[in-house]
């Protein structure tokens, strides 16, 4: 109808202009009337034509349909965002997993498919930088060693070797893949030497992947030349974000230094808090909580096993290692206290496990012959108040059975804490009961100290022996040491000398190796 009108007015139009320009010429007053006829004519089609722009503009919104704008209120945005934010997040995740796997890839042992060295410097370096955890205990890291790998280099031939390492590499991934809360990354150092960073807060739940691969790597002995198993070493450290990579590394040295010369093949735990002063402050609560449960609910137990030494005229000699057994219902294996007892000690708990430790060799000795070895913590002997639970415990005792009981204490209380040893030595000489000293090869320093105390025995690990023995000097140190203590009537044990020269020469200067 628009279209009609409009074309009707330009046809009108043009008909006026046609007249005008026909109309011949007139007078002035003809020529005036004219003139305004058309101005008429002209102010008549644009009102007209205003007039239906109008119209039309309001008919098109009178027929479409009424738009409401409506600002967005702020939980709509809120769950905007969450929407945004679950998409995205997962995609970055993904990503992020994809790019670390892919650096894995390129940084794998070729032989048994475990991260390299690099990559695992790498990752602890990474987590150490970590502010996060604010000084808490952050992770642990797992050192193993392969102790006997010369041997097994020169009894089997390379083939043999990398089908073992091999094998080792998938038994631990396929150990570690039941524990993905753990994100532990397992990687071989070099040769035999395996380690595992486990990337996680402290307490106990921790430590059952650790067992895990403790009992894993026992099933993975191979048989030797001389017809024994080799042999692993286990280091273990905790760090915080506070520690360098190289106070890591420099404590799972001296772990594992200590586990290949302690005579045992547990999982040697040197916490950063046993050389500094902090305090375990991640999973204080979990430790205390299963600790003092085990105390409370009689959940201790003595792992005990028969040691002989060569020469020696003690015939029935045994050790003793403090478990843990947990909750019944979790049927876990129990707890070694060589990983407990760190965190004990740090508690103020370890003088009570320490007590039920000697309650039970008391009771064990009282249905078993020969002598039994308990090791004691440092740190209980440090409690004013222990040697007078000690005291009260032996008083219900036959003096017979304390004869037969002997406490093992670490060297490094002599060299560190003198007063407090002397006083707790001299306090069970009264009651009748032996003290042993254990890592003398780690104290030197604690030789010059060791006529102050009454011992019936001192332990130097082979490891060390070893060392002493390929270089003069070292044969001279030997000599102080054994001298020294044979002098004062006292038996040099030495753990862990194997190899038959070795093991020779120890017998020479009076010593007594370890029988395998």
């Known amino acids: 109808m628009m279209a009609s009108v409009r074309w009707l007015l330009v046809i009108s139009t043009l008909v006026m202009a046609g007249i005008l320009i026909g109309v011949p010429a007139v007078g002035a007053s003809q020529t005036w009337l004219v003139a305004s006829v058309a101005g008429f004519w002209a102010l008549f089609l644009l009102i007209l034509l205003i007039t239906l722009h109008k119209a039309r503009v309001a008919g098109s919104f009178a027929a479409s349909p009424e738009i409401k704008v409506k600002p967005p209120e702020a939980t709509d945005n809120a769950e905007l965002l969450d929407e945004v934010r679950e998409r995205v997040s997962p995609t970055m995740d993904e990503q992020m997993a994809r790019i670390e796997q892919l650096e894995l890839e390129l940084n794998r042992d070729p032989v048994t498919g475990l991260a390299n060295r690099a990559f695992f410097l790498n990752e602890l370096k990474r987590v150490l930088r970590d502010d996060s955890r604010q000084g808490a205990v952050s992770g642990y ?15 089997s031939d390379r083939q043999e070797i990398d089908d073992w390492l091999h094998l080792v590499g998938t038994r631990v991934t396929e150990v570690l893949t039941e524990y993905p809360q753990a994100k532990a990354l397992p990687a071989r150092l070099n040769g035999a030497d395996f380690a595992v960073l486990l990337p996680v807060g402290g307490g106990p739940e921790v430590m059952r992947p650790i067992q895990r691969l403790h009992e894993l790597f026992e099933t993975l002995r191979v048989n030797l030349d001389s017809q024994n198993l080799s042999r692993w070493a286990f280091a273990l450290t905790d760090y915080t974000v506070q520690c360098s990579p190289k106070e890591v ?147 219900f005792a036959d003096p017979e059975l304390l004869r037969r009981v002997v406490i093992e204490l670490d060297a490094y209380g002599l060299t560190r804490h003198l007063e407090a040893f002397k006083a707790f030595t001299q306090g069970l000489a009264l009651v009748g009961i032996p003290v042993g000293l254990r890592g003398l090869d780690q104290q030197p320093d604690a030789l010059r100290k060791i006529h102050e105390i009454n011992v019936s025995y001192v332990k130097l690990g082979g490891s060390f022996v070893r060392e002493l023995l390929s270089s003069p000097g070292g044969v001279q140190m030997m000599v102080a040491v054994t001298e020294t203590a044979i002098g004062m009537g006292v038996r040099v044990y030495v753990d862990d000398a194997d190899d038959q020269a070795t093991r020779a020469m120890v017998l020479e200067y009076g010593a007594l190796p370890r029988q395998s």
């Open 141 to 155: 890291v797992l050192l193993v060693r392969q102790r006997d790998m010369a041997r097994l280099q020169n009894q």
């Open 249 to 395: 590394l420099t404590r799972l040295d001296l772990a594992l230094m200590c586990a290949e010369s302690a005579g045992h093949d547990e999982v040697e735990f040197l916490s950063h808090a046993d050389r500094e002063t902090g305090e375990l402050r991640m999973g204080e609560a979990s430790w205390r909580t299963l600790i003092s449960q085990a105390l409370d609910e009689d959940r201790l137990s003595l792992d005990v096993r028969p040691v002989v030494y060569e020469g020696d005229d003690l015939t029935e000699r045994h050790e003793a290692t403090l478990n843990l057994r947990e909750d019944d219902s979790l049927q876990l294996p129990p707890m070694s206290g060589y990983l407990f007892m760190p965190a004990a000690a740090r508690l103020g708990l370890s003088s009570d496990c320490d007590m039920r430790a000697l309650a039970l060799a008391l009771s064990w000795l009282g249905e078993h012959s020969g002598i039994l070895i308990v090791r004691m913590s440092v740190s209980s002997l440090l409690n004013v108040q222990y040697l007078d639970e000690v005291r009260r415990i032996c008083a």
